[in-house]
């Protein structure tokens, strides 16, 4: 009893043990980025800052109120550098630990999804940082007013911490957003979804994508929309790219029946060779019998014959005559 009960939960303790590993090498990768990103943090940091800095010339500055705010924010901004760039290795950990439990047509399948999924975060970030985010600064900085005699100016002093936490949100919001066309396709692989059923529910998907953008980014119409539209046009590819999977799905399918049919041909003809080979052998079997039978006959019409010879010419020496001329016809008779 418990040598089954070990020999059942070996394969699970080998699991954790693979998935141990697999976490140990990403959680590594991710530190060790984290160390080299956090020695070009100020980079880093001044990379993001550039749309703002553009717009709001050389002669302004940023501030921090609290005293670690600047520490803290260095190490968020070197923390989120190095998810991104560590990205590819937890995703080649994860699928080198999910890949030995898929058959070859499911690897082939979700494989291009592992290498999508980066590059459309990607993309994202990339819409965001070149064409969201200057649009939106220029919007916000719109409400700066020059100080008169009857009026105090109206001047922006961007907070170190705050600029980060907004950055950070939009480029994670319109990087999950673009993430759309994989979560449809793979639900259409499935299954779960169809494509006729994403293109009757449009006008739905349409009211939730302007909606989910309005609460990731800041109250303005610029981010709003800008991420609203994106989430549609992805819509629209989902549904392009869920048509495919269905036709190559029903195209596997009808290649797996037709399969399944010249098997099952390939049976019927096998059986009737052998009921043929059976039907003759049968037939073979029959005809040796009967000869069989045929020679037992005719041996067994040998014996009596000869037996009744036996008797015949027994007969006359034990009832023969004392006369000599009887016994020599009566001898001559029975032969």
């Known amino acids: 009893m418990n040598m089954q009960s070990h020999d059942k939960q070996m394969p699970i303790m080998e699991h954790l ?7 140990t090498w990403a959680v590594l990768a991710l530190f060790i980025t984290f160390g080299v990103c956090y020695y070009f943090v100020e980079d880093i940091y001044g990379f993001l800052v550039q749309p703002l800095a553009e717009i709001m010339g050389p002669d302004r500055r940023m501030i921090y109120t609290a005293l670690t705010e600047v520490f803290f924010t260095y190490v968020k901004v070197s923390f989120f550098a190095a998810c991104f760039v560590s990205a590819p290795v937890f995703l080649g950990q994860f699928w080198a630990f999910v890949a030995p439990g898929l058959y ?23 819409l965001v940082y070149y064409l969201i985010m200057p649009l939106a600064w220029k919007f916000f900085l719109s409400f700066e007013q020059a100080g008169g005699a009857s009026n105090l100016a109206i001047q922006l002093e961007a907070k170190v911490g705050e600029y980060l936490s907004l950055v950070m949100k939009l480029i994670f919001a319109f990087g999950l957003c673009f993430q759309l066309p994989v979560l449809l396709t793979l639900m259409a692989r499935a299954g779960i979804v169809t494509a006729d059923g994403l293109a009757r529910r449009r006008k739905y998907a349409i009211v939730i994508a302007f909606g989910f953008a ?4 800041p109250p303005d119409l610029i981010s709003q929309i800008g991420l609203g539209i994106p989430i549609i046009i992805l819509y629209e590819i989902s549904i392009i790219m869920a048509r495919i999977s269905e036709r190559k799905r029903a195209k596997a399918a009808a290649d797996d029946d037709a399969d399944e049919d010249d098997e099952t041909d390939s049976d019927d003809d096998d059986g009737e060779v052998e009921a043929a080979t059976g039907t003759a052998v049968a037939t073979a079997q029959d005809d040796v019998d009967a000869q ?11 014996t009596s014959l000869t037996r009744s010879s036996d008797d015949e010419g027994d007969a006359p020496k034990l009832s023969g005559p004392s006369n000599n001329d009887d016994g020599e016809d009566d001898f001559n008779n029975a032969r």
């Open 17 to 23: 043990i693979e998935l141990r590993n697999r976490l």
């Open 104 to 126: 070859k047509n499911e690897r082939s399948a979700f494989m291009p999804f592992i290498f999508a999924t980066p590059i459309l975060f990607l993309m994202g970030g990339a």
């Open 214 to 217: 309005a609460v990731l980014t």
């Open 292 to 302: 069989g039978e045929a020679a037992a006959s005719y041996d067994d019409g040998q």
